[in-house]
C-alpha cells in the first residue's frame, strides 16, 4: 500500500538558519508530489510542485525552495529563514487518479 | 492563487443537524474534490464530483456541483461530535498540462455534541 512520511513533526528554528524539510512516498512510482503551507486558521497555499525528477513549479516567489532528487522524495529547503516563514508545511502525492495523499505537516516555528 | 472560496468559514452545529458547506471557484474544472483536515493533521480526502455530475453521496456526505455557478456544496446529514474539522473544497483548472491542485480557505465545522 500507499505511504507517505515527512518529517519532523515540529521544529523551531531561528531566524536566519538554514532549513530541510524531506517528503518521501512509498508504493507508487511517478507521483505528482506538492508542498503546501498553512497559516493558522487558514487555507493551504501551494508552494511548489513537481511532475517528475527534476521538475519543479513553483507558485509564489518567495524565500523557499524545492527538490525532487529522487522519483518519491520532495525537499522543501531554505537558506535562511524568516519570521514570515511559520506555518504548518504539508506535502501531498498523487498517481494515477485525481486524488491527493498528504503527510501529517511539519509545524515550523521561526523564532 | 487559491482557487477555491469556501462558505462560511465557521460553522457551529448540535449533534444529529446537518452541515451544509458551501465553495467557490474561478476557471473551468473537470472535477472537484472535498477534503477534510482534523486540527493540526493532513488532509483526508472525502469525495470526488466530476463536472458531468451534478450531485453524488457517500454515507452521509452528499455533494452537489452547478458548473454554471462555478459552485459546489457538501452536505453532511446527521452530524456527529466527530465531524468536527475544518472541511476544504479542491479543484484543478481543465486542460492538458494543469497540476496545481489547489484549495480554498475552509470551512471549520464544530459539532457540539
Known amino acids: 500500500s500507499q505511504t507517505i512520511h515527512q518529517w519532523p513533526a515540529t521544529l523551531v528554528q531561528p531566524v536566519g538558519s538554514p532549513l530541510s524539510l524531506e517528503c518521501t512516498v512509498e508504493g507508487t512510482s511517478n507521483p505528482n508530489l506538492y508542498w503546501y503551507r498553512q497559516a493558522a486558521g487558514r487555507g493551504l497555499q501551494l508552494l511548489f510542485y513537481s511532475v517528475g525528477i527534476g521538475q519543479i513549479s513553483s507558485e509564489v516567489p518567495q524565500n523557499l525552495s524545492a527538490s525532487r532528487p529522487q522519483d518519491r522524495q520532495f525537499i522543501l529547503s531554505s537558506k535562511k529563514l524568516l519570521l514570515s516563514d511559520s506555518g504548518f508545511y504539508l506535502c501531498?502525492?498523487?498517481?494515477?487518479?485525481?486524488?491527493?495523499?498528504f503527510g501529517q505537516g511539519t509545524r515550523l516555528t521561526v523564532v | 492563487s487559491q482557487q477555491g472560496e469556501e462558505d462560511p468559514q465557521a460553522l457551529s452545529i448540535q449533534e444529529g443537524e446537518n452541515a451544509t458547506m458551501n465553495c467557490s471557484y474561478k476557471t473551468s474544472i473537470n472535477n472537484l474534490q472535498w477534503y477534510r483536515q482534523n486540527s493540526g493533521r493532513g488532509l483526508v480526502h472525502l469525495i470526488l464530483i466530476r463536472s458531468n455530475e451534478r450531485e453524488k453521496h457517500s454515507g452521509r456526505l452528499r455533494v452537489t456541483l452547478d458548473t454554471s455557478k462555478k459552485s459546489s456544496s457538501l452536505l453532511i446529514t446527521a452530524s456527529r461530535a466527530a465531524d468536527t474539522a475544518s472541511y476544504f473544497c479542491?479543484?484543478?483548472?481543465?486542460?492538458?498540462?494543469?497540476?496545481?491542485?489547489?484549495f480554498g480557505k475552509g470551512t471549520k465545522l464544530s459539532v457540539i455534541p
Open positions: 479542491a479543484t484543478r483548472p481543465a486542460g492538458a498540462g494543469s497540476y496545481q491542485l489547489t
Open positions: 501531498a502525492w498523487e498517481s494515477g487518479q485525481p486524488r491527493a495523499f
